[in-house]
């Protein structure tokens, strides 16, 4: 900066001013925001005369905010098959889960199943092969299923409410359930089942919007309009086998009620 004046006693003027407060330099010459304003309307009053179409000034436009929730719902909105619901997952990219995961893993069974499983989030296993509940709670999954002559080959169609792998297996946290809690209550609406089966807290957490699954467990409630059932997470059963008797009776009223008892 040219100013003719030296080195000391610009230093001084700008410690004074810091001692004032200033605490960014915006640029070398100041700017008379006065003088930019008469500019503006002279040029405007230039434009006219000569018959130019004015012009509004220019608008600041406010650094993009984005809401994740609020994108999930209108993405959600428009998948009008469980295609389209898959691909509208795909293109989410406001999850950092995402990032982390080998795979999407959004469904397995058949769509027109009258029970509808929804799971807490993928494992390895499920990460791996893109698939929900194929490791170990998988594996008890479908023999707890069969137990009421259910399976995903024929009768019942399973999800999570995360489709993608949390790292570590940690658990999902509760804005990443949020932003994808949309995508799931059109999933429930596109199979639309006759009966939801809730496993574990994290579902209950996203379904009926409380935990407690050991007190929820065994007691008919509603999710989205449909009837459901909480019911023990099978990775819970594995570590905990005196636990499944309670299993076996939430399934058996679950036969139940699709036999019409
Ligand atoms: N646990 C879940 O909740 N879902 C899976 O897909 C696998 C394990
Ligand atoms: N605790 C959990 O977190 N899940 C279960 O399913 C049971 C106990």
């Known amino acids: ?9 610009a230093r001084a003027l700008l410690e004074w ?30 434009r006219k005369a000569q018959g130019v179409a004015k012009r509004g000034p220019v608008p600041v436009v406010p650094e993009a905010k984005v ?3 609020a994108e999930a719902v209108s993405a959600a909105k428009g998948a009008a ?3 389209a619901l898959q691909a509208a997952l795909g293109a989410f990219e406001h999850c950092e889960l995402k990032r982390g995961a080998r795979n999407l893993v959004f469904s397995d069974g058949v769509p027109d199943a009258r029970v509808m499983i929804v799971g807490e989030a993928p494992g390895r296993d499920e990460d791996r092969i893109g698939k929900p509940f194929v490791g170990r709670a998988g594996q008890l999954l479908d023999r707890m299923l069969a137990a009421i002559g259910l399976s995903r080959e024929e009768s019942v169609y399973i999800t999570n409410v995360m489709p993608w792998r949390p790292p570590q297996n940690r658990d999902p946290r509760p804005e990443e359930i949020a932003m994808l809690q949309p995508f799931l209550r059109k999933h429930i609406a596109l199979v639309r089942p006759d009966v939801l089966v809730i496993m574990g807290n994290i579902s209950c957490q996203a379904l009926l919007g409380k935990r407690g699954i050991t007190r929820l467990r065994g007691n008919w409630s509603e999710a989205e309009g449909i009837p459901a059932m909480p019911m023990l997470h099978p990775a819970y059963l594995l ?3 005196s636990a499944k008797r309670e299993t076996w009776a939430d399934l058996l009223a679950v036969k139940a009620r699709l036999e019409g008892k």
């Open 17 to 46: 001013q810091v001692e004032l407060g200033v605490v960014e330099a915006i640029a070398d010459a100041p700017v008379d925001r006065f003088a930019v304003e008469e500019a503006a309307k002279e040029q405007a009053k230039a």
């Open 67 to 69: 809401d994740p929730v």
């Open 81 to 83: 098959s469980l295609e």
């Open 1 to 9: 900066m040219d100013s003719g004046m030296d080195w000391h006693t």
């Open 239 to 241: 570590r905990t086998p």
